[in-house]
């Protein structure tokens, strides 16, 4: 039976491309980053846009984990942010408003008419979010995308199938062009990485409304020669990246600004929201500019391998812990112990590409990587791997809580062989038992019974073992409960919002009834769980 051919878009197909894109740009991320020349030759823009197609691909199936059949234009929207705030590198920031530009029109209308319009918005928007557009680039594919949908529509082919399909012969087309366009994409043989990465993006969408993956056709000859390595005078030192909570008017003023400071400046969002990318040889100033205009966060500077002046590259270190924490405090106790961290946001858990990230930041021959959540377990496998292919010694210990990941980071000692290090610190946080304080958010069943929204749920290893009114008697229960079976030391993570005489009151009830135990508080910050605690 032959297979109907989608007539509009609708939330399940918008999921089947992300999974699709997500598993193209998988097959040829290593492909894309070996032709990656420009703006600068750091081979990382298929890495880029597979993490963050990734985030993108995330936010979509949260939707779809809350609601069984979502709302299309809520469908779209989550991805368009997810690949918000997951943006990595030019190319995938500027992706990230193309699929910005694409949802403001697929949320009104799901036709073949509304993809053409959505592309032409997308090209559009991601090139106004660009300070100094370049031709030859993933914004000529974008345009070429654009013009030729558009010309199918004119044409009277309106329906998503033809549409879709005009879009990716016009990407191939503008991206075969490419190398007419720039330069240096001419002298090494190669098309832009970018657009590259952008044809499979629209390669992917067609297979999801036809069912099969386009042919792509006869392919010129790409990299025959080494991709060139950055030199002293190829630009700014650093690449810039954050995300940044401001007004429209703030960001006007922070364009100008950042643009003086370098090149390559993408600010792209809206709504509050943004994703700033810049190369700058000043990265403290790019940062220092962002606080100024709102509220940065998820800051990651790359240095790309030679400064400005010609400074040899850094000597890796040996041995270093990645660590993800909830919570402001702890990130800062557990950097300052030395640690690379990821803080980890309400709502937000980082993608493997932030946890990537991290340990390319690290810059360590071997890396120790503390999840310390549960959830994180599958995400940090997938970083590691990934990590351990760009020549990282990695070992994941599967700290399932940020108590466990202070206990396992307390007998971190890298003059230790790799092996011995990593076996002390899985067997320092496996004998730490874990509780947390949370307030309920709507009523639920839970294994204590049922609770209502403002209810104080007391967790002990990840289950609701007590539900009460009182935070501090609450956690005073669940202390008792976790000491039962016995502990040496208790570790008490106290957030921000917490009562103010939580922490006093719960270290003299230890004093008082569990004799030789020791206590030891730790500020949460803003951010962190109302309390965590750990029995060791």
Known sequence: MPQTLPQALDSAVVRSWCTLALEALGREREEIDAINVYPVADGDTGTNLYLTVESAAQAVEAVFAAIETPEFADTVRAMAHGALIGARGNSGTILSQLLRGMSEVLAEGRDGHHLATALRRASGSAREAVAHPVEGTILSVAAGAAG???????????????????????ARAALEATPAQLAVLERAGVVDAGGRGLVTMLGALVETVTGEAPARGPRAPRAAAPVPEPCADAGPAYEV????????????????????????????????????????????????????????????????????????????AGRAVVAVLPGEG??????????????????????????????????????????????????????????????????????RAAVQGIAALAVHEPERRFDEDVVAMTAAAGATRYGELAVAEHQSFTSAGVCQAGDVLGLIDGDVAVIGQDVATIAETVLDRMLSAGGELVTLVVADDAPAELAAHLEAHVRETHLAVDTVTYPGGPGAPLLLIGVE
């Open 330 to 399: 702890l990130a800062r106790l557990c950097a300052e112990a030395g640690a690379t961290t990821v803080l980890a946001r309400p709502g937000e858990p980082p993608a493997s590409g932030e946890l990537v990230d991290a340990i390319r930041r690290a810059h360590a021959r071997e890396v120790v990587l503390l999840p310390n959540d549960a959830a994180l377990r599958h995400t940090a496998a997938a970083a590691a791997e990934q990590a351990r292919a760009e020549g990282v010694r990695v070992a994941l210990v599967p700290t």
């Open 148 to 170: 030729a949908a558009g010309d199918a529509c004119a044409a009277g082919d309106e329906d998503v199938v033809a549409v879709a399909r005009a879009a990716y012969a016009g």
């Open 241 to 316: 990246i954050y995300l940044l909570e401001a007004d429209d008017t703030a960001v006007a003023r922070l364009r100008d600004r950042l643009d003086a400071l370098g090149d390559s400046l993408v600010v792209v969002g809206g709504d509050g929201l943004w994703n700033v990318h810049v190369h700058v040889d000043d990265a403290g100033a790019a940062v220092e500019a962002g606080v100024e205009a709102g509220r940065p966060h998820r800051i990651r500077i790359t240095h790309f391998g030679t400064s400005g002046t010609g400074a040899a590259p850094e000597e890796r």
